[in-house]
C-alpha cells in the first residue's frame, strides 16, 4: 500500500516511468511464459497391459458460458456412450453447459476470471492428477490458455484441440505446440484455415458436428408454423437455426431464401 501510495504522490514524469517499467515487465513475463511453452517436451499416453488400465480418462474444457453450437457438441460427446473412455467436463461455474449437466460427479466447475488465470489453471491441474486424466481435449481458444498454464505448473498430459469456428488464428504456436496430438476441425473450411497457421497438416482432421434430429422432431411435429405466422400453405418455409455472425452468412441465406419464394 505505501508502495502505490508513493507512486500516486510522486510527480507526473515519475509516474510515467513506473508505468513504463511495469509494461515492459509484463511483456517480458509473457515472452518468457511462451518461450517456456514452446519448449515443453511431448508426452505421450501409455496404455498398461491390464485390461483393467486400458480405460481412456478424458478431460473437456470449454470456457464459454453462453450456449451455442461448440457448447452442444461438447454437451453430446460428454453424454455420450463411449466403449473404454471415461469422461469429465471442466467449465464454468453458472455457465449453461454446466446447468445442463448439474449434478454430474463427472464435471468439475471453477469461477472464470478475466487474463491470465492462476487460479483456475491450479485447479484444472489438481483435478488431471488427482482424476488420473490421460488426454485433454480443448474445445476454445480460453481452454487453449488454461492448458498450456497448467502445463507451467506441472502437467505433463497431451491434448486435441477442437477447432469449431473459422476465425483467424491469432496464436499458431498454440496449434504446432508439441502437446497437440490432434486438431479435429468441424468443416473443410476451418481445416483449410487451419493449414495456413501450421505445418503440421497431418494432425488435422475433419469431424462434422452430429445433430441427433429425432430428438427434436418428436417436439415439433404437430407444430403447424405457416398457420402460427400466416404464412400461405402454398409458400416454402425455409428457416435458419445459427448465431448472428458474420462467417454465418446470414444475409446470403436470406437473399437464396426470397428467389426461392419468386
Same mark, same amino acid.
Given at each position: 500500500?505505501?508502495?502505490?501510495?508513493?507512486?500516486?504522490?510522486?510527480?507526473?514524469?515519475?509516474?510515467?516511468?513506473?508505468?513504463?517499467?511495469?509494461?515492459?515487465?509484463?511483456?517480458?513475463?509473457?515472452?518468457? /511464459?511462451?518461450?517456456?511453452?514452446?519448449?515443453?517436451?511431448?508426452?505421450?499416453?501409455?496404455?498398461?497391459? =491390464?485390461k483393467?488400465?486400458?480405460?481412456?480418462?478424458?478431460?473437456?474444457? =470449454?470456457?464459454?458460458?453462453?450456449?451455442?453450437?461448440?457448447?452442444?457438441? /461438447?454437451?453430446? !460427446?460428454?453424454?455420450?456412450?463411449?466403449?473404454?473412455?471415461?469422461?469429465?467436463?471442466?467449465?464454468?461455474?453458472?455457465?449453461?453447459?454446466?446447468?445442463?449437466?448439474?449434478?454430474?460427479?463427472?464435471?468439475f466447475?471453477?469461477?472464470?476470471?478475466?487474463?491470465?488465470?492462476?487460479?483456475?489453471?491450479?485447479?484444472?491441474?489438481?483435478?488431471?492428477?488427482?482424476?488420473?486424466?490421460?488426454?485433454?481435449?480443448?474445445?476454445?481458444?480460453?481452454?487453449?490458455?488454461?492448458?498450456?498454464?497448467?502445463?507451467?505448473?506441472?502437467?505433463k498430459?497431451?491434448?486435441?484441440?477442437?477447432?469449431?469456428?473459422n476465425?483467424?488464428?491469432?496464436?499458431?504456436?498454440?496449434?504446432?505446440?508439441?502437446?497437440?496430438?490432434?486438431?479435429i476441425?468441424?468443416?473443410?473450411? /476451418?481445416?483449410?484455415?487451419?493449414?495456413?497457421?501450421?505445418?503440421?497438416?497431418?494432425?488435422?482432421?475433419?469431424?462434422?458436428?452430429?445433430?441427433? !434430429?429425432?430428438?427434436?422432431?418428436?417436439?415439433?411435429?404437430?407444430i403447424?408454423?405457416?398457420?402460427?405466422?400466416?404464412?400461405?400453405?402454398?409458400?416454402?418455409?425455409?428457416?435458419?437455426?445459427?448465431?448472428?455472425?458474420?462467417?454465418? =452468412? /446470414?444475409?446470403?441465406?436470406?437473399?437464396?431464401?426470397?428467389? !426461392?419464394?419468386?
Amino acid at each position: 500500500k505505501s508502495l502505490i501510495h508513493l507512486v500516486q504522490t510522486a510527480p507526473k514524469t515519475t509516474r510515467i516511468v513506473y508505468k513504463l517499467f511495469r509494461l515492459i515487465a509484463i511483456c517480458i513475463l509473457g515472452c518468457l /511464459v511462451r518461450y517456456a511453452i514452446r519448449k515443453l517436451p511431448l508426452f505421450t499416453i501409455h496404455r498398461g497391459r =491390464n485390461k483393467k488400465t486400458m480405460t481412456l480418462k478424458i478431460l473437456h474444457i =470449454n470456457c464459454n458460458k453462453e450456449w451455442r453450437g461448440g457448447e452442444y457438441v /461438447v454437451h453430446e !460427446i460428454f453424454n455420450g456412450q463411449f466403449n473404454q473412455c471415461e469422461q469429465y467436463l471442466f467449465c464454468p461455474a453458472n455457465s449453461e453447459l454446466a446447468n445442463r449437466n448439474t449434478p454430474n460427479t463427472h464435471l468439475f466447475t471453477y469461477k472464470k476470471r478475466m487474463g491470465v488465470d492462476v487460479a483456475g489453471a491450479l485447479q484444472l491441474k489438481k483435478i488431471i492428477h488427482t482424476k488420473q486424466i490421460q488426454l485433454v481435449h480443448l474445445h476454445d481458444a480460453q481452454a487453449q490458455n488454461l492448458f498450456y498454464l497448467a502445463c507451467i505448473f506441472g502437467v505433463k498430459v497431451s491434448a486435441v484441440i477442437h477447432r469449431h469456428v473459422n476465425y483467424p488464428i491469432k496464436s499458431a504456436w498454440k496449434y504446432t505446440n508439441n502437446r497437440i496430438l490432434k486438431i479435429i476441425c468441424v468443416s473443410k473450411s /476451418v481445416e483449410n484455415t487451419v493449414h495456413k497457421y501450421t505445418l503440421h497438416k497431418q494432425k488435422t482432421i475433419v469431424i462434422y458436428s452430429g445433430i441427433d !434430429i429425432k430428438k427434436y422432431s418428436a417436439n415439433f411435429a404437430s407444430i403447424d408454423l405457416k398457420k402460427e405466422l400466416g404464412i400461405p400453405k402454398k409458400d416454402y418455409l425455409i428457416g435458419i437455426v445459427s448465431a448472428l455472425e458474420i462467417e454465418k =452468412n /446470414v444475409e446470403e441465406f436470406c437473399k437464396i431464401a426470397q428467389l !426461392i419464394n419468386k
